[in-house]
C-alpha cells in the first residue's frame, strides 16, 4: 500500500460493520461505483466505512482494475449439469475468483461420493467477475466446463 495513502474505504456486506470487510479502495469513487452496482441486486446492499490506512486489514485496491473496466462479483453457483442451484444475487465472503486447483479437489470428492449414492445433487460455485450476470455465469460455466472435462465426468443426463 502508498504510503502516502491516509485513509481507505471498506466495504461490508449489509449494514453490519462487524462483519468481516469483503473489499477496501483507496479511491472513494471506486469503492461508491462497486458498492452502486452491488446495491441494485444484493439484499441490504453494502456499506462503505472509511478507516485509517494503517488500521486495514486487508489488501487494499486487489479488486479496483476488475470495478473500473465495468465488472462486477457474482456468487455462482452451479449444478454439475449447468443451471444455478441458487440465485446470482448474493455477496459472498470474498470477491476473489475461485482458484482452480481447490475445485478440482472438491470435484474429485464430490464424484466419489456420487458414485456410492447416484441421487447426490452437487456442483461447482464461487464468485465470478463478469460486465453482467450473464456473462458471470458464462465464465462459471466455461469453468465448470474445463474440471468436468479433466475429470471425465459425464453430465447426470448422459448416465
Request: hydrophobic share 30%.
Amino acid at each position: 500500500m502508498e504510503t502516502n495513502i491516509k485513509t481507505v474505504h471498506i466495504l461490508y456486506s449489509g449494514e453490519d460493520e462487524q462483519e468481516t470487510p469483503v473489499a477496501a479502495f483507496s479511491d472513494q469513487s471506486v469503492a461508491e461505483t462497486l458498492a452502486g452496482r452491488l446495491g441494485k441486486f444484493i439484499e441490504g446492499g453494502v456499506s462503505i466505512k472509511e478507516i485509517d490506512a494503517d488500521k486495514c486489514e486487508i489488501e487494499v485496491d486487489k479488486y479496483s482494475n476488475q470495478v473500473k473496466n465495468g465488472n462486477t462479483p457474482y456468487k455462482i453457483s452451479m449444478h454439475r449439469d449447468g443451471y444455478l442451484f441458487d440465485p446470482w444475487d448474493m455477496l459472498g465472503k470474498s470477491f476473489d475468483e475461485p482458484d482452480f486447483d481447490d475445485q478440482a479437489e472438491h470435484v474429485v470428492a464430490m464424484r466419489k461420493e456420487e458414485i456410492k449414492n447416484p441421487n447426490k445433487e452437487w456442483g461447482v460455485g464461487g464468485t465470478y467477475w463478469g460486465k453482467d450476470a450473464s456473462d458471470a455465469i458464462r465464465r462459471a460455466d466455461q469453468r465448470r466446463r474445463e474440471l468436468f472435462s479433466k475429470f471425465k465426468i459425464p453430465l447426470k443426463r448422459d448416465l
